[in-house]
Nanobody
């Protein structure tokens, strides 16, 4: 059973940076597309960024130029470098990944809080 384990959330002041990590375990196969979603209180869960196994990236307009997604295929790990954080980036961030059968998996979520 694939498990996604996230780390790196926390509390930061506006303008600061955080780096999230998500490692997939329980599989010997490389994951396909991996990504990050976020959900603020009372709002829906939205895509932040995604990256294919070949390295093609996609970003939400609200984070372009500030966030960078990357991955280590050998370790089935995806990263999200978040710079110039804003209070509106405050949310629970969830890792998402698809395996070779395009079955989707979710991490448990990690809280990111940005103070003004």
């Amino acid at each position: 059973q694939v498990q996604l384990v996230e780390s790196g959330g926390g509390f930061v002041q506006a303008g600061g940076s955080l780096r999230l990590s998500c490692a997939a375990s329980g599989t010997i196969y490389p994951m396909n597309t991996m990504g990050w979603y976020r959900q603020a209180p009372g709002k829906q869960r939205d895509l932040v960024a995604s990256i294919t196994r070949g390295g093609t990236t996609n970003y939400a307009d609200s984070v372009k130029g500030r966030f960078t997604i990357s991955r280590d295929n050998a370790k089935n790990t995806v990263f999200l470098q978040m710079n110039s954080l804003k209070p509106e980036d405050t949310a629970v961030y969830y890792c998402n990944a698809a395996n070779y059968r395009n079955q989707l998996y979710w991490g448990q979520g990690t809280q990111v809080t940005v103070s003004s």
